[in-house]
């Protein structure tokens, strides 16, 4: 990259609306061109809580796009999945903002303001196997630098990814928060458990006890008899499993990408809880910035209202 | 063990009725003293399935006490627990049929009649975990023979089982057909499956790679892709997922037994889908008999009838 591209890429539209939409979340940035943040909107529309989608749109952000007509709007997520607004197909990696905003999808919306849809990723590993996410990308460009990076995105799909210059070359997709709310709450682990609050002894024993022979599925039923025997009370259960899940979810990682040092990106209690468990493990692991949607979003929009800077 | 042992073992009493009463089923076998089985029940009257434990026994076994007044009567399984009848309490190991049977709780039914309630095996390993089983140990019992042998009884929670000379050495518990019920009905995995019939070559690729780097959170978001980008049909999906649990499962096994050889006992299908899985990673694997149970019951009765014999 050049400072003059560089220095293209950071400037962008003088406004610009971007809107991070996922299954249950709806999180909306209205930022200037630098990327500050000037106003914000979260709120529980996901794409599973909501009808319609346009009025949705217009209900959060139709005043800022009366105030700043020329403004570009990005919309990233769930939003642009089949069971979304408008579909927009898979982009494949690797890929940086470039890639990505060549498959913007355009659309008009009912109150005929332009609008765009981001493409999700995805990639196709060695061995076959197909991976794919939408909207955790958006993050990942915001937090990507130079250099190579491996990130993490916890969550009920966990998403990791290894990030070569601001591109993505390859991701894996872990499911250990929704195979950790399945097992809590429809297997028999959940019987005993008492209580969900963080229990760091328990969580640092699931931890290690990750790594001991057998596998995941062995290792579970220690939850149940580890409250059969009373080793631990009914409210450190939760987190016995969750150092567990997290463990496996880290150790496999590990295996996959070769990670030393890693990048947390997620809301404050989760990603508190990664470093906690990347720590134990011997893993280096830093906090990203809250704010990194918005900050891929801008690097996104950057590419689509100047198109020939990422060419 | 002598020949004279082997003999007053196997002869046991003229008759006894043997219980096998878990969470979901009862089965009951009427048997001579060398273990041949002359009537049996088997019914859906798990423990969770009936109120009145004894109301039970009496229908499904009251015609058979009745004939013979001096048959022992021997209960296993959950019938055993604190959820049961009479909660008899753990056997640790090493333990065979001598330990066991000196640990069963006595008991007079409501119409007298004398009954032996069997403890459960538990086994604390080298690092802290406890393990438990209530009913299996009955069958490992009915095939362990002599010299040392690796078991495994599949199911929702798989046992494996080292059994030397007889008495089981160590066990241990894999939450494999829980864990598939819970990622099939109760996560996103289910929403694209179309049917549960086995797949041998959706199967056949679930084992494959359940052996690949990233561990088993991140191979069941295969069974997403898998469907989303129609590399299979909804139909299979359900195989490919079981037969990357089992996959672990039987990966995870092996390191903690170091298995070359391995005897399955369990229902016709589902031993079948273990040998089939077995055998694709290499392991050797015969299947045991379908009446262990009442031979473990037996061999427990010998014990119980002639307790010097155990000393």
Chains 1, 2 share one sequence.
Do not use: N
């Amino acid at each position: 990259m050049t400072a003059v591209k560089q220095s293209t890429d950071a400037r962008g539209p003088a406004r610009l609306i971007g809107v991070d939409w996922g299954t249950s979340s709806f999180r909306a940035y209205l930022m200037d061109g630098a990327g500050a943040v000037l106003d914000r909107r979260d709120s529980a529309d996901g794409i599973l809580a909501v009808q319609d989608f346009d009025a949705t749109f217009e209900r959060h952000c139709g005043a800022w796009a009366d105030a700043h007509p020329s403004a570009p709007i990005l919309l990233s997520g769930m939003i642009g999945s089949r069971q979304g607004w408008v579909e927009a197909p898979y982009c494949g990696c690797p890929a940086g903002a470039g890639e990505i905003a060549g498959k913007a999808i355009r659309h008009v919306t009912a109150r005929g303001r332009g609008v765009a849809f981001m493409p999700g990723l995805s990639w196709r590993s060695p061995t076959g196997a197909d991976e794919v996410m939408r909207g955790e990308e958006t993050q990942i460009l915001g937090v990507a630098g130079s250099g190579r990076r491996i990130l993490v995105l916890p969550g009920s799909h966990s998403k990791w990814a290894e990030v070569v210059d601001g591109r993505v070359a390859r991701f894996a997709t872990f499911m250990t928060g929704e195979a950790f709310a399945a097992m809590s709450k429809h297997t028999i682990l959940g019987r005993l458990m008492t209580g969900e609050g963080h229990d760091p002894k328990a969580f640092a024993a699931g931890l290690a006890a990750s790594g001991e022979p057998g596998g995941l599925l062995h290792h579970l039923f220690r939850v149940r008899t580890g409250g059969l025997f009373q080793r631990w009370p009914g409210e450190a259960l939760s987190s016995l499993l969750s150092g567990l899940v997290i463990g496996h979810e880290i150790r496999g990682a590990r295996d996959f990408f070769g990670v030393e040092q890693v990048l947390v990106v997620g809301g404050a209690s989760l990603a508190a809880r990664y470093v906690e468990a990347l720590s134990a493990l011997g893993i280096e692991a830093d906090v990203g910035p809250s704010d990194a949607a918005a900050h891929g979003l801008r690097l996104l929009a950057a590419q689509i209202s100047a198109p020939d800077a990422s060419r």
